[in-house]
């Protein structure tokens, strides 16, 4: 009987004494709690500003803010395509760059034809160091450029490691996804500044987000890609020129873009049409200066934040392993 009533007089002192510890934790966590309600909150109405009110609200033409023609680079991927064809149906006018007509050729002469905008295709072989930029310059000489559109060259349907790799290849995509963009940039910039408007999107890919086993090169030069348009934003947004990073997640490709190397993918809706991205996209403009461009896409992208570095790694190798 003594020992229990030790006991007692015992578990009463420690809850005595431990009783500041209990509330200050209790404090800590109603913090934390709270915390992330309002992060929470915070997000949603980020989402709701971002990819709902400006489709439901209309705006001002994108002709009005930002110009009557726009250079896109990179038009043979389906996204970069649908983005064209989205600026046209506003009814602003193409110029293709590409290294290869025949990708682009029929892309351009169907959206003169379907939105009466004027098309120009400009062969630029950017191996060729500078001389390259000579045919560009004379397509922009005398049109209000009002966009730049670089989209990220995309190639490997699987994964695939560095020492894989053919050298001409990987320095191929390091001149594309990098170098040719930056140079875009660089030619387009002057008369955007000298019109105090004008709108730079480099659309790359999710895949900047988290290091993928086997993607060594797109995380890289789309990590490149995402991080010069936030710094090109910041530099350049107190002079009219909003620059925008698109990080698309996946991409749902029709039977005619798939082949032997680049399996289709279903549509869903986390995989949308690039025609649906693009819509969504383009609606962003203006509003977001790193946005996935798709809400859906969104959500995908907030529940990655969540998962810690080391899961991730982790799960994409078991992935990788078990296909």
């Known amino acids: 009987m003594a020992a229990v009533d030790s006991f007692q007089f015992l578990y009463r002192e420690i809850s005595?004494?431990?009783?500041?510890?209990?509330?200050?934790?209790?404090?800590?966590?109603?913090?934390?709690?709270?915390?992330?309600?309002?992060?929470?909150?915070?997000?949603?109405?980020?989402?709701?500003?971002?990819?709902?009110?400006?489709?439901?609200?209309?705006?001002?033409?994108?002709?009005?803010?930002?110009?009557?023609?726009?250079?896109?680079?990179?038009?043979?991927?389906?996204?970069?395509?649908?983005?064209?064809?989205?600026?046209?149906?506003?009814?602003?006018?193409?110029?293709?760059?590409?290294?290869?007509?025949?990708?682009?050729?029929?892309?351009?002469?169907?959206?003169?034809?379907?939105?009466?905008?004027?098309?120009?295709?400009?062969l630029a072989d950017f191996s060729l160091d500078q001389t390259a930029s000579k045919p560009i310059k004379e397509a922009m000489r005398g049109k209000d450029i009002g966009f730049l559109v670089n989209c990220v060259d995309e190639p490997l349907a699987s994964p695939q490691s560095l020492i894989e790799m053919p050298e001409q290849r990987l320095l191929d995509l390091v001149n594309k996804n990098v170098a040719v963009a930056t140079l875009m940039t660089r030619l387009v910039l002057p008369g955007m500044v000298e019109r105090s408007r004008g709108a730079v999107v480099n659309i790359s890919s999710g895949a900047c987000c988290r290091p993928l086993p086997g993607r060594v090169t797109l995380t890289a030069s789309t990590g490149y890609l995402d991080h010069f348009s936030r710094a090109l934003h910041l530099e350049y947004s107190g002079k009219g020129i909003f620059v925008q990073s698109l990080i698309p997640f996946q991409i749902a490709s029709s039977g005619q873009q798939s082949s032997s190397t680049t399996p289709s993918s279903r549509e869903g809706w986390f995989a949308p049409k690039p025609e649906v991205y693009a819509r969504h996209a383009i609606s962003t403009l203006g509003i977001s200066n790193r946005t996935t461009g798709y809400w859906p896409h969104t959500l995908q992208y907030g529940l990655m934040r969540c998962i810690p570095e080391w899961i991730w790694v982790l799960g994409s190798r078991v992935f990788i392993c078990s296909s």
Not at 35 to 64: G, K, N
Not at 84 to 95: D, F, K, N
């Open 16 to 122: 005595r004494s431990c009783s500041v510890y209990f509330e200050t934790l209790a404090l800590v966590g109603a913090l934390y709690t709270a915390s992330r309600a309002v992060i929470l909150l915070r997000d949603c109405c980020t989402l709701v500003r971002v990819h709902f009110i400006p489709r439901m609200i209309p705006s001002r033409r994108l002709t009005q803010r930002y110009g009557d023609w726009a250079v896109i680079y990179g038009a043979s991927e389906p996204v970069a395509k649908a983005y064209a064809e989205e600026l046209a149906r506003h009814g602003i006018s193409i110029i293709f760059v590409t290294q290869d007509h025949t990708s682009v050729r029929d892309t351009a002469a169907s959206l003169s034809q379907s939105y009466g905008v004027e098309t120009v295709v400009v």
